[in-house]
T-cell receptor, first 113, second 115 residues
Framework: EAGVVQSPRYKIIEKKQPVAFWCNPI?????LYWYRQNLGQGPELLIR????????DSQLPKDRFSAERLKGVDSTLKIQPAELGDSAVYLC???????????FGPGTRLTVL | AQKVTQAQTEISVVEKEDVTLDCVYE???????LFWYKQPPSGELVFLIR????DEQNEISGRYSWNFQKSTSSFNFTITASQVVDSAVYFCALSEARSNYQLIWGAGTKLIIKP
């Protein structure tokens, strides 16, 4: 069974530029998560989807971050415009249901110059 | 207040030694779940185990074992006969209904296995 797929793996951009990350969850997983992880810290939840619905986006900085999960499968996370402080690893995870274990993708390492 | 405490920031042992990673949690829910994840230097978070609050049986998987004790709110992880490939950051996490089952992460323990 294929795991969670993310692309790109690495992205370097200049501040004020836009950037987008893509995630394909494990087949059959209804719940999809986007996390941000800074060096030496645990992941921080940005948004959680149940199928197409964003059910928890309280920690998503909505002035510059947006996300979508069309058709309840793939998801895209966008930052526009990027700031220096957005440099981090962006992780996507999926689970069958909210209370099940989450499986993580390899992450996208974003560097904002 | 810290809901998941991993007091050991970093542990360093020599290969083949046994090592225990501590995890203490705090919750008022009667139904909750506990998790351990491994994050090797490559960066990908790897799921190791999930335990629900009604199952206090200890779990063994190869060289890995977990000791869940509700009386002390602990969910400790032991690696027997450690190997260099076990070197990673290990995270303990809690999910509970009152937090919509959002994973509450500990700070992680960096485990270094020396050859």
């Amino acid at each position: 069974e294929a795991g969670v797929v993310q692309s790109p793996r690495y992205k370097i951009i200049e501040k004020k530029q836009p950037v987008a990350f893509w995630c394909n969850p494990i087949s059959g997983h209804n719940t999809l998560y986007w996390y941000r992880q800074n060096l030496g810290q645990g992941p921080e939840l940005l948004i959680r989807y149940e199928n197409e619905e964003a059910v928890d986006d309280s920690q998503l900085p909505k002035d510059r971050f947006s996300a979508e999960r069309l058709k309840g499968v793939d998801s895209t996370l966008k930052i526009q415009p990027a700031e220096l402080g957005d440099s981090a690893v962006y992780l996507c995870a999926s689970s069958q249901e909210t209370y099940n274990e989450q499986f993580f993708g390899p992450g996208t390492r974003l560097t904002v110059l | 207040a810290q809901k998941v405490t991993q007091a050991q920031t970093e542990i360093s042992v020599v290969e083949k030694e046994d090592v225990t990673l501590d995890c203490v949690y705090e919750t008022r829910d009667t139904t909750y779940y506990l998790f351990w994840y491994k994050q090797p230097p490559s960066g990908e978070l790897v799921f190791l185990i999930r335990r629900n609050s009604f199952d206090e049986q200890n779990e063994i998987s190869g060289r890995y074992s977990w000791n869940f004790q509700k009386s002390t709110s602990s969910f400790n992880f032991t690696i027997t006969a450690s190997q260099v490939v076990d070197s990673a950051v290990y995270f303990c996490a809690l999910s509970e209904a009152r937090s919509n089952y959002q994973l509450i992460w500990g700070a992680g323990t960096k485990l270094i296995i020396k050859p």
